[in-house]
C-alpha cells in the first residue's frame, strides 16, 4: 500500500501491473535492437539436481524470456555433477558468442562451491550479477549487472515515486545477494555514475532483537524487508505515512485450507487493518516480479545498456 490523499486510504502497488509495464518496454527495446541488424539475446541456463523451487523459478525465467522476445535454453545437469564439470560449462558458454546472458540457478549441491561458480562467468554474461566483479562495482557505485531482487526494489521506489533522498530507511536482512545491494543502491550518492538513493540507511537482520528492530524502524520512512521470517514487521513497528517494501519469501502452513501458502515477512493483514499506516507492500508477488523486470531489463538486455561498460 501507499498514501493517497489525507485521509490516510492506502492502495496495494501491483508488481504484476509494473511487470507488464516493463515487459513491454522490454520487448520493444529487443525488437528495436534486431531490426538495427544485431543477434538476438540468449539466455543459457543451468539447472542442478530436481529441486522443486528451482523448477519453478527456471520456468518463470524461460517463460518471462520467452514474452519479450529473447531465445533461452536450459542445461539440465543432476545433483552429483562436479564442480570441474559445470566450471567448463560455464567456460564453454562464456565463449560463445551467441550466448548474451548466462545464469546457474541457486541453490547448488553442497559439494560445489557457488562463489567458485558464480565467479566463472563472464562479468558480461553475468545475469545475476553474483560475480565478485559486479559486486565490487555495485559497491563502488559504478555500472554493473545487479542482483534481481535489489534491482525490482530500486525500480518499485523510483517508479512509484517513493522520496529517498534523505530519509531513513531500515533494510531488515544482510544477505550478500539481497539486503547488501538493496542498502548499497539506497545509501550511495546520487551523483555517482551509478546514482544512489542519498539515503541513511540502517541494515538489521534474524539476531537484531525485536525491540532493537522495532526502536529502529519506528523512526524509518522507508522499510525494506528480506529475513525470510514471517510477520517478523508488525503495524505497530511501522510509523505514519511510512512505505515498506516486502520481499520476504515464506511457505507456511495454512490452518483453514491444511495447504501450504507464500507469505512474505511482513503481517500484511496487520498493517492493512491498521487505518493510519500508509504503507508500499510487494511481497509475495516480488519473486516473480523481480525475476522478470531485472532479469530481463536490467541483464539480458545487456547488449543494449551495458556493452558499454565492459568494451574498451
Not at 40 to 58: F, M
Request: proline share 5%.
Amino acid at each position: 500500500m501507499y498514501p493517497r490523499n489525507a485521509r490516510h486510504e492506502a492502495i496495494i502497488i501491483s508488481g504484476t501491473e509494473m511487470a507488464k509495464h516493463i515487459q513491454k518496454e522490454i520487448k520493444q527495446g529487443v525488437e528495436s535492437w534486431i531490426s538495427l541488424g544485431n543477434r538476438r539475446p540468449h539466455l543459457s541456463i543451468i539447472l542442478v539436481g530436481d529441486n522443486p523451487a528451482s523448477k519453478t523459478y527456471v520456468r518463470n525465467k524461460i517463460r518471462a524470456a520467452s514474452a519479450v522476445g529473447i531465445c533461452s535454453e536450459l542445461i539440465l545437469k543432476p545433483k552429483d555433477v562436479s564442480q570441474e564439470e559445470l566450471l567448463d560449462i560455464t567456460d564453454q558458454l562464456n565463449m560463445d558468442p551467441r550466448v548474451s546472458g548466462i545464469l546457474v540457478q541457486l541453490p547448488l549441491p553442497d559439494h560445489v562451491d557457488e562463489r567458485t561458480i558464480c565467479n566463472g562467468i563472464s562479468p558480461e554474461k553475468d545475469v545475476d550479477g553474483f560475480h565478485i566483479i559486479n559486486i565490487g562495482r555495485l559497491c563502488l557505485d559504478q555500472h554493473s549487472l545487479i542482483p534481481a531482487t535489489a534491482s525490482a526494489v530500486w525500480e518499485i521506489i523510483t517508479r512509484t515515486g517513493i522520496q529517498t533522498f534523505g530519509k531513513n530507511v531500515v533494510v531488515a536482512g544482510r544477505s550478500k545477494n539481497v539486503g547488501m545491494p538493496i542498502a548499497m543502491l539506497l545509501h550511495t550518492d546520487g551523483e555517482h555514475e551509478r546514482p544512489g538513493g542519498d539515503a541513511t540507511v540502517t541494515i538489521a537482520h534474524r539476531y537484531t532483537p525485536k525491540e532493537q528492530l522495532k526502536i529502529h524502524t519506528q523512526l524509518a520512512d522507508i522499510i525494506i524487508v528480506a529475513a525470510g521470517i514471517p510477520k517478523l514487521i508488525t503495524s505497530d513497528m511501522v510509523k505514519e505515512g511510512a512505505a515498506v517494501i516486502d520481499v520476504g519469501i515464506n511457505y507456511v502452513h495454512d490452518p483453514v485450507t491444511g495447504k501450504t501458502k507464500l507469505v512474505g515477512d511482513v503481517d500484511f493483514e496487520g498493517c492493512h487493518d491498521n487505518e493510519h499506516l500508509n504503507i508500499s507492500r510487494k511481497h509475495a508477488e516480488t519473486s516473480r516480479f523481480s525475476n522478470q523486470m531485472n532479469l530481463l531489463r536490467r541483464k539480458l538486455a545487456l547488449s543494449l545498456q551495458f556493452q558499454e561498460v565492459w568494451d574498451p
